[in-house]
Structure formats: C-alpha cells, structure tokens
C-alpha cells in the first residue's frame, strides 16, 4: 500500500561521502527491510498556492548539494551573506544563501515569497509549473543554466536488462518528485518506450534509508533503479558485476551513468514572473554574476597548484554550505567532477539556438511528455525563457568560454571497434540501435533522402555525449552465395568477402560524412570522435547465419533487408583510455 507523499529530498550530491566511503555501504547494509512505496501525487495536490509578496529587502537564493552549486558560494563571497568584495557585492548584490535538498519546501518558499528564486533540474521546475502557471505573479521563469549532470547519476539493472529496450514490462524503483524523473523520461523516450510500458515504484527518498531507490533494487520483484553514483558502485560491487555481496545485487550492473547520458539532466535556475518584470537588471546581474564566478571557478581548479590557500578555502566554505562541515573538501570535489558547467556559450546554445537538439523549450516538451505518461502533471506547460542577452553579459563581466576539444581518442575507439569485430561482440555496451537502408549498388547517401535517420542521430549524439555511436555498413550475400554455390574456390570466396567489407565500410564512411555535413549545414556542433566506421560485409546479415555462411533470402524483402546500415549507441564508460571525461 503507497503512502501519501509529503517532502522529500531532490538532491542527488547528499550521498558524496567520499571519505566515508563505508559508511555508504553501511548504509545500504540495512536496506533490505520492504520499502515504503509511495503515490506520485501531483504537487497541486500537496501544495496550495497561497501567494505572498516576494521579501526584496534581502533576497535570500536557494542552492541544492550540487557541483554546479560551488559556483555560487564562490560568487557570494564563500559566504552564506554576500561579501562586499564578492563577485556579487562588487555588482551591488546583496543575498543570503540557502540550502534546500526538499524541493518542495522549495516551492513552498517561493510561492509565500520568501525567495523568488527555484534552484532545480529542468524536470523539477517543470513538474512545479502546472501549479505555478496557475496565477501569473508566480510563473516560472528559466533564466539560467548551471551545469548538467556528468556522472553523478546512474541506471542500475538486474541481468535480464541488457539494453534500453530490455526495460518494457519491467518495475523499476525511482525517487518522488527528484532528478531522475527527468532521467527515466528520457532513457524510455530513446528505447521507444513510455512509462505506460514499465512498473514504477516510486520511493520518497534518494539514498541511505530503506525507502530509496538503491534499497528496493534488493527485493525480488525490482528489475532497475534510478540511483546516485555511489550507491550504483555499491550496487554493482564497485561498478562492475553484482556478487550479491557486501550490498551489493547478484548479477546488477550500471546500464549507463550520466558520465555517458551527459546531456538529460540541466540544472537550472528559475525565478518568479513577477520579480522578473520589476527587477529584470537586477535579475539579469545575477545571472552574469554566476557566469563570472563559473569562469573564475574554472580558472581556480586549474591553477590551483599556485593558488592553493584560494582553493581550500573555497573548498572549506562550499563544504560548510552544502555538507554543513567545513572538512568535507573531497565530497565538494567529488560534487565538481560530476557537474559539466555549461558556461556562457552553453547558455546562450540553451536559451537561444532553435537548432540546438538540447535547448530549453525541446527538453520542456520531452519532459512534459513524460510527466503526463506517469500521470504527474495533467496538462503540459512548456517553460518560459528569460530574454537576456547571455553574450552581452559575457562581455561585460569579463567571462570567458571554455574551449571544446574531441571527447574520444579516434585511434583507439577504432581498435576497440576492431577487436569487438573480430570477436562478433560489436553488441556490447549497447545502449539503443537502428537501422537506415539502401538501394543496390548506392555509393551516396543524399541528406534529402535521410533526414528523419540524420535528425535523430544528431539528437542521440548531443544526448549521449559520453557514449561512442558506431556506424556500421553491411553488404548483401548474394554474390558470395551464388559463388560458393557454383564451387568457386576458398581463394575467390576470400575475394568476394574482402570486396563485401570494402564496400560496407566506405558505405558507412559515406553516411557518416553525410551525416556531418548535414549537422554543419543545420548549424548543430558534433564531435565527429564520437562516431566509430565498421565495415561488416555480409557477417552480419539480417536473414541470419545457417551453419557458417549467410543464410539466403528467400524474398525480395529479405534480400532487400540485408543492404542497411546500421547505428548503434555504445557505452564506453570502462575504457578509460577510449573516453576523456568532460
């Protein structure tokens, strides 16, 4: 029997333990008791909308225990109350922090106008906005992006569960009104599934009780969990295969983390419409005060060998702020590994690119989506966006841009590719696959003719920016079938095959240029190291293997169904000398 919902926690970063590694374990140690399952009610149905005016005499701001959170403790001084030398009170600022894990107290506070400000995950907000849309004064106003998730977050599954696609008419254990809602939408979304094909017990906690995800993946009747890091490690014995002991699940293993799924979960800040009306330059300050001290946060880590004494006492503050001890300096670093700020141009790709595959009104729709499938919002509310100028922002408060740089190492993603090849083992790792076909003897592969196949490349590439995508040709068998049948020798057979994988891999080579191109030509940004070329030949036919050789089609269909090429999604996660983390 559910529970009524009341206030849970939505941070995902409360876990970091880093140094107290076992006491993690230990935690998840007496998690085997029957979880708490609860209802998802939606949050007009727990919260009223009594509507205070906003407090403007000192603002306070909402943080949660996230990397992306450092960033504003360093703008404000490493201070809970701004500091008149801080990026802030250089900017006339004046705000007192706060940390609030419960983001429904968050929503609470900010409806009364204690703070006009919601600190969140895109899914978070938009899970709130069907209450907040509701009157004018209090509609959500996205304003700015903080980071996305890198690696905090992971999908644990139990052996039955071998891909994405695995999940239809599985139960899956997920946190009530958390980040991983924005998680499970997605990850669904790509399998071509809806939560109207799976069993979700939803759970009131995110980790370290008996009512949290990780805990509920130990009964019988639970086949997937949407979890923090370390408790997917403990999970998994240490992030490779379950053994069932030390708290760990027999046979359980990370499906994918967001180190490989980078571009699902967006942390965001909001603020109410009608602060936003009255105060816009102030507003507007804000967000340039927190892309200044981004800048400053990226140039610290960097250098800090030389600015040492700066460094620790950021650690120092941001630990005392978001772990309430100022000597959890390695669960703060844990925190900043695990955020990939997204900066001035990632805001601006966020906010104002239409051809940006992961821009604000695309993941509202996605997300919206998904909560009305769970039933958690009853009509779709697609966020506001704030008009700031991010570039002139950036100009003023002096903020550079990060450079982007290749994410894999081609040379060995090809190796690994090859030896996976050889091994007929090209399916490991796999996440989601497709295929796209093509006529006899077709060498090109005009844009025109593949644009719903490109699109939703381009989409999984962006999404999935730790993930390799192979593009892999495949040749139809009938030459060599005719052949072997005619008694040709080993040596012409040879011959044939060679031919068959020549033409698939520059088939393959072909459709990921075009590929590119039609990226470059929609103005969209792919990192071409993602994509790995596998030339098949006819090894890989879709009418199947009969003893050792091709099986031969029968209709035009089947002959048809073998000229393909086929995309497939791959977690590399495990070989670290393939990915370069974010």
């Excluded at 509920?216 to 403990?234: E, K, N, R, T």
């Excluded at 990226?298 to 630990?319: C, G, N, V």
């Excluded at 003023?396 to 190492?409: D, L, V």
Aim: charged share 20%.
């Amino acid at each position: 029997m559910a529970n009524h919902p009341t206030f849970y926690s939505s941070s995902r970063a409360r876990w970091w333990c880093l140094p107290m590694i076992l006491w993690c374990f230990a935690a998840l140690g007496t998690a085997q008791a029957e979880p708490q399952y609860i209802d998802y009610e939606p949050l007009d149905q727990v919260l009223s909308l009594n509507i205070g005016e906003v407090n403007t005499r000192n603002l306070k701001v909402p943080m949660i225990t996230w990397g992306g959170d450092i960033a504003t403790v360093l703008a404000n001084g490493n201070q809970l109350r701004t500091t008149p030398d801080s990026i802030f009170g250089r900017k006339g600022l004046d705000y007192t922090l706060y940390r609030e894990d419960i983001f429904t107290r968050q929503v609470k506070s900010y409806i009364s106008g204690e703070t006009p400000y919601l600190r969140g995950t895109v899914g978070m907000v938009s899970a709130a906005a069907e209450l907040l849309n509701r009157d004018p004064r209090t509609a959500p106003v996205v304003i700015y992006q903080m980071t996305w998730s890198a690696g905090g977050d992971a999908l644990v599954v139990k052996p039955s569960i071998r891909s994405a696609a695995d999940l239809r008419g599985k139960t899956i254990a997920l946190q009530a009104y958390g980040p991983h809602v924005d998680y499970a939408v997605r990850i669904l979304k790509d399998a071509g599934l809806s939560f109207s094909d799976v069993n979700i017990r939803w759970l009131p906690d995110l980790t370290g009780t008996d009512n949290s995800p990780a805990a509920a993946l130990h009964q019988s009747d639970v086949d997937a969990a949407f979890v923090i890091i370390p408790d997917a490690l403990a999970l998994t014995s240490g992030g490779a295969v379950g053994t069932g002991s030390e708290d760990s699940v027999n046979g359980a293993r990370i499906l994918l983390s967001t180190r490989t799924a980078n571009k699902v979960i967006a942390d965001v800040y909001a603020v109410r419409k009608d602060f936003y009306d009255n105060h816009r330059e102030q507003v507007a300050v804000f967000v340039e005060g927190l892309l200044e001290a981004e800048t400053a946060l990226r140039e610290l880590t960097a250098d800090r060998a030389s600015q040492a004494r700066t460094y620790d006492r950021l650690l120092s503050a941001a630990a005392e702020a978001l772990f309430d001890s100022e000597h959890a300096t390695a669960d703060v670093e844990g925190l900043y590994g695990d955020a990939q700020f997204v900066g001035v141009v990632g805001n601006q790709r966020f906010f104002t690119d239409a051809n940006y595959p992961r821009r604000l009104d695309a993941l509202s729709r996605e997300i919206n989506t998904g909560l009305r499938q769970a039933g958690i919002i009853q009509h779709s509310v697609i966020l506001t966006k704030a008009g700031l100028d991010y570039g002139r922002l950036a100009n003023s408060g002096g903020i550079t841009a990060e450079a982007s740089r290749p994410r894999f190492n081609e040379n060995q993603v090809a190796q690994l590719m090859s030896q996976r090849q050889q091994q007929q083992n090209l399916q490991e790792g796999e996440l989601f696959s497709f295929e796209v076909f093509f006529a006899p003897n077709q060498r090109s592969f005009a844009q025109e003719h593949y644009q719903d196949a490109f699109s939703r490349v381009v989409e999984l590439a962006n999404t999935y920016g730790g993930a390799i995508i192979t593009v892999e040709g495949n040749s139809d068998p009938m030459e060599y079938l005719r052949a072997n049948k005619a008694g040709q020798p080993p040596v012409v057979l040879g011959r044939i095959k060679q031919s068959a994988r020549n033409l698939s891999l520059s088939r393959a080579q072909e459709v990921r240029d075009s590929l590119i191109r039609y990226a470059s030509a929609e103005q969209i940004s792919l990192d071409p190291s993602q994509f790995a070329v596998v030339g098949n030949g006819i090894a890989n036919p879709k009418t199947g293997i009969c003893g050792h050789e091709p099986c031969a089609p029968t209709t035009e269909q089947e002959w048809r169904s073998n000229m393909r090429v086929e995309f497939r999604v791959i977690q590399v996660e495990a070989e670290s000398n393939v990915f370069t983390p974010l």
